[in-house]
Nanobody
Framework: QVQLVESGGGLVQAGGSLRLSCVAS????????MGWFRQAPGKQRELVAT???????NYADSVKGRFTISRDNAKNTVYLQMNSLKPEDTAVYYC?????????????????WGPGALVTVSS
């Protein structure tokens, strides 16, 4: 099985910065896309940013110019640098990965979520 673990959440004042990290661990897997989603209280989970193994990047309009997603393929790690944070960025941030893994003699589709990291931005 493949697992994701996020780190780097916390409390920050508006205008501040935080950096989230997410590491994928397991065996016999190959990840294509990794990304970040967030869910604020009372709201649906929404996309923040994604990055493919080839470097293709997609951002939500609400974070463009403030957040930067990056990835270290060798370490199966994805990062989210969050600058100029706003109170409306407060949410639980979830790491997501999709790809394939090898189990029971064949490759299978993989989609996995991390447990989430709380980011709180105070005004």
């Amino acid at each position: 099985q493949v697992q994701l673990v996020e780190s780097g959440g916390g409390l920050v004042q508006a205008g501040g910065s935080l950096r989230l990290s997410c590491v994928a661990s397991g065996s016999a897997f190959n990840i294509n896309s990794m990304g970040w989603f967030r869910q604020a209280p009372g709201k649906q989970r929404e996309l923040v940013a994604t990055i493919t193994s080839g470097g293709g990047i997609n951002y939500a309009d609400s974070v463009k110019g403030r957040f930067t997603i990056s990835r270290d393929n060798a370490k199966n790690t994805v990062y989210l640098q969050m600058n100029s944070l706003k109170p409306e960025d407060t949410a639980v941030y979830y790491c997501n990965a999709d790809g394939i893994y090898f189990s029971n003699f064949r490759y299978r589709n993989l989609e996995v979520w991390g447990p989430g990291a709380l980011v709180t931005v105070s005004s």
